[in-house]
C-alpha cells in the first residue's frame, strides 16, 4: 500500500522530535500500522534555523497554508501551539478533507467545539493526545480504556514544570523564586513562565480531560485557577512534617449537582503514588465506578514523548482512514449528540479540606479565639500544631489540618479569623485531598 | 440503532461484574458506543447458584455451546478460565463470525497463535484486554498508545496475590506461609495457589505483553518462571535495610541478539514508583525509546475491574463492527504478516545484578574465599554487609549485592562459593534490576 504522506506545521523540538521518531522507527511503526508513515512537506518559522532532525526528502517553506493546500499531503500535523493561526489552518485542512493531528492543548480546550464540528460535519478525524501530558496515552486510556465506567473524579499532575519547581522547593529547601530561575536556565521553564506557575497549561489540560471524562462540553472558562508562585518552602517543610507532599494537581470531580473543575496546589497523602511522582513527570489518577483508582505516568512534555502521541494518533488515524466515520472513537469520548452540558460548580461550592498557616502573637487565648471561629463556621479540626517561636519574633506558626469544607464558608472563617487582633497579616490557605 | 446482544460464558465473579456494570451504566456506555449493549444469553455452570448479579431478561443455560450458536447473539464474552472447553467454544464463535471478548490470560497465552489465525481468516475480532492486569488498559496502551515506539524493556507487578504477599511480609515483618494462608482466608489466593506463588500466572501475562510490545510470536514455552515461595522475611528486611523492595516481576527485555523472557521476585530500588505498589494492585512499567519510561497502575483482579476492561473491549469491539477488518487495530499489535520471531534466551544468558545472602562461620579468610570466587567470575561487588551472629549460633549471614552479570556465570560461583567448608547450606541468590 502506498505511504501516508504527512504535512507538519512547525519544526521546533516537537516536530524535530516527530521526524525523528518517524524516521528512526520507520519499520516498527509500518509494521503496527500496515503502512508507511512519511513527512513529505514542513513549515518553519525560518528555513536557515538549526534543526534537531534531518529534513532532507522533505520540502520546506515558511508558509504552513502550502503545506495544508498540497494536495499530496494526506495528513496535516499540527504543532504550532497557541489559538491563531493554528485555528485556521487546522479548519482549513477539515475543510479539504484531511484528518488533523495536534498537540496544540490551548486550541482544542478553547475551540475544541468549533473544530471537532467542522470535523464532524466532514466525516474527518481530529486526533489530540499530545495535548495532555505529552507521551502519556491518557486520552486513549480514559476515552477507550475505561469505556465502561462512570468516572467520578480524576486528579492530575499535568504541568511538569510546576511539578520541577515544587519537587526541587521540597528537595533542597529552596525558595519558589530562586527554583523557577534554575528551571528558566535549565529550558524546564518559559521566559515569560505565567502558563505554567500560574496554572493556565494545567486549566487548559484538565478541560480536555473533564470533557472525555465526564462526557460535557469543554469548559475552560469555568476552571478554577491557582498557580504555585505563592507556595512558601516553609509551608512545602510544615506538609512534609505532617506527612504530606505540595503537588498543583488539576482536578475534576462529579458532584450531585455538577462538576467542580479546579487546578491548584494540594496537599496529599506522602503515601499516595501520585505524591510520589517528581520533577518535570506528569501522572493522572482516574477513580472509575468500575475499576477503581488507575494512574497513569511518565513524561509529560519534550520532543520525543510528545513525538510519541503524535506518532500513535497517526497510526491511529492511519488505521481509520477507510473507516466509516460513524464506528470510530468519537473524538470527545461521548457521541457527539450525547454531550451533557453539566454545571460547573463555582469555587465557593467546591469541598476540600484545608490546610492553613497563621502568624499568632505568642499569648493565651489565640489559639481559642481561632478554633472557635472555625467551630462556629462548622469546620471540624483534624490536626492542630503550634511550631516555636524564633527567638526574636513575637508571633509564633500555628498550623491547622481542617476536614472537609465548602470553599465559602471556609473564606468567610478566614476573614473572621484574619480580622482578630493577635493574628498578623493574611492566613495561608491550601487545598488537601485525601484522593482515596 | 438496534443494542448489541451479548452472550456471556460463565456467570461466576467476572460474568456477575460484567452484568452489573453493564447494567448500571448502560447510558453512559451507550453515549460512548452509540448503540446499547444487552447481554441476552448467559451459560453458567450450575443454574441454582448465588449471584452477584440480577439475571432478570437474561436467558440461562448450563450448555455454553448453547449461547454460542445462538443466532440472535452477536458478541460472544468468554469467562470460564483455562484452556479447555474455552478454545473450542472460542472457536467455534469465530467459525460463526461472532467477535469474542476474552479474560482468559491461559487462552491467550498458550493458544493466542490458532486464535488469532482463525479470526483472522474470518475477519472477526478477538479482544483480551481483560487477560492483563485487570482493569488497567494496558494491552490497548502498549499496542496504540505507544505505537510510535520501539519498546526496549517493560517490567510489571502482574500477579496481585503474589504482591499482596510480599507486601504484608514487608509491612508485618511475616512469614510467607503464615501471609499465604491469610490471602488464602481472604479469597485473594486460590485453594491450589501453585499458579500465583510459582508464577504461573505472571508468565501467562507475560507473554501476552512481550508479544505486543515486540511484534513476537506468543512464548509461553519460554519464559523461565520463579515465583515467591522461598522469599523469607530476613531477605525482605536485608532488602528494606539497603533501600530496596523485593517485588515479584514480570520482565521482557530486547536484547541484540534476542529477547529476555522471566518471571521472579526481584530486589528494586524502593525510590521507583513501581516499587511503592502494595497491596493487590499491578503495575506495568514500559520503556519505550521516544517516551521513556510509562508506568499504568490499578486493580488487577476483583468482579468489576475485570469487567471494566471485559465491557472497554465490548465498546471496542462494536465500535469497528462494520469496519474494514484491514483497518482494525492488529490483535498483537502488529500486521500478522509482520511477527517477528525474535529467539528468547535461555535463563543462563539472562543479565541482571544480585542479592546474594550466605551464612558463613564467623572465622577470618571467608569474606576473602567468597570474594576471590566472585572476583575470578569477572562479578562486581556494589555492596557487602556482614550481619551480626545471634548469641547462640556460630554462622553470621552475610548480604552481597553484584553488578549486572550473566546468570550462567553467577550460578558456577555460587556452585563454587557453596562448595566453601566455611559457608553452611544454599546460598540465597534473588535477582535484582535497577528498572531506570
Redesign the interface.
Known amino acids: 500500500m502506498k505511504p501516508v504522506r504527512v504535512g507538519l506545521l512547525g519544526l521546533g523540538t516537537v516536530g524535530g522530535?516527530v521526524v525523528n521518531?518517524?524516521s528512526?522507527?520507520a519499520k516498527?511503526?509500518a509494521?503496527?500500522?500496515?503502512r508507511e508513515i512519511e513527512v513529505i512537506h514542513a513549515a518553519a518559522r525560518r528555513l536557515d534555523a538549526p534543526r534537531i532532525c534531518d529534513t532532507t526528502g522533505i520540502r520546506l517553506t515558511t508558509d504552513p497554508l502550502e503545506v495544508v493546500n498540497n494536495p499530496d499531503v494526506d495528513v496535516v500535523v499540527e504543532l504550532i501551539g497557541g489559538v491563531q493561526p493554528a485555528l485556521s489552518l487546522v479548519a482549513r485542512a477539515l475543510e479539504l478533507g484531511k484528518p488533523v493531528v495536534t498537540a496544540n492543548k490551548a486550541l482544542i480546550a478553547k475551540e475544541g467545539a468549533e473544530i471537532f464540528r467542522l470535523a464532524h460535519a466532514r466525516g474527518v478525524q481530529v486526533a489530540f493526545?499530545a495535548a495532555v501530558a505529552?507521551?502519556?496515552?491518557i486520552i486513549?486510556?480514559i476515552r477507550?480504556?475505561?469505556?465502561?465506567?462512570?468516572i467520578e473524579w480524576l486528579a492530575g499532575i499535568i504541568n511538569g514544570t510546576g511539578n520541577f519547581i515544587l519537587t526541587e522547593m521540597r528537595d533542597k529547601g529552596r525558595d519558589f523564586a530562586d527554583v523557577l530561575a534554575e528551571a528558566q536556565r535549565l529550558g524546564y521553564a518559559e521566559a515569560d513562565p505565567t502558563f505554567d506557575v500560574e496554572g493556565v497549561d494545567a486549566a487548559h489540560k484538565l478541560t480536555i480531560l473533564a470533557a472525555i471524562a465526564f462526557?460535557m462540553p469543554l469548559r475552560f472558562d469555568a476552571v478554577g485557577m491557582e498557580g504555585i508562585s505563592r507556595i512558601t518552602r516553609e509551608d512545602v517543610a510544615y506538609a512534609e512534617e505532617l506527612g504530606y507532599r505540595i503537588k498543583h494537581l488539576g482536578i475534576a470531580r462529579r458532584r450531585e449537582n455538577g462538576v467542580e473543575l479546579r487546578v491548584h496546589p494540594t496537599l496529599i497523602p506522602e503515601r499516595r503514588?501520585i505524591a510520589?511522582?517528581d520533577g518535570v513527570k506528569n501522572a493522572v489518577l482516574v477513580m472509575?465506578?468500575?475499576?477503581?483508582?488507575?494512574?497513569?505516568?511518565?513524561?509529560g512534555a519534550g520532543a520525543?514523548?510528545t513525538?510519541?502521541?503524535?506518532?500513535?494518533d497517526?497510526?491511529?488515524v492511519v488505521?481509520?482512514?477507510?473507516?466509516?466515520p460513524?464506528?470510530?472513537?468519537?473524538h470527545l469520548?461521548?457521541?457527539p449528540d450525547?454531550l451533557?452540558d453539566l454545571p460547573v460548580l463555582p469555587m465557593g461550592e467546591v469541598e476540600t479540606a484545608y490546610y492553613l498557616r497563621l502568624a499568632a502573637a505568642d499569648q493565651p487565648g489565640v489559639l481559642a479565639d481561632v478554633t472557635r471561629i472555625l467551630a462556629d463556621a462548622g469546620i471540624s479540626i483534624e490536626a492542630i500544631i503550634q511550631k516555636e517561636a524564633a527567638e526574636d519574633v513575637a508571633v509564633v506558626p500555628v498550623i491547622i489540618l481542617t476536614h472537609r469544607v465548602r470553599e465559602a464558608d471556609m473564606m468567610s472563617a478566614i476573614a473572621r479569623i484574619e480580622a482578630l487582633p493577635a493574628i498578623e497579616g493574611e492566613v495561608t490557605r491550601i487545598r488537601m485531598e485525601a484522593l482515596s
Do not use: C, M
Not at 460513524?326 to 468519537?330: G, L, T
Open positions: 522530535g521518531v518517524l528512526r522507527n516498527e511503526i509494521r503496527r500500522a500496515g493526545e505529552g507521551g502519556i496515552p486513549k486510556a477507550e480504556g475505561l469505556a465502561g465506567n462512570r462526557g503514588l510520589n511522582v472509575g465506578d468500575a475499576v477503581g483508582p488507575t494512574l497513569y505516568y511518565g513524561a520525543e514523548p513525538a510519541s502521541a503524535v506518532v500513535a497517526l497510526v491511529d488505521r481509520t482512514l477507510t473507516a466509516d460513524d464506528h470510530r472513537v468519537p469520548a461521548f457521541q450525547q451533557d
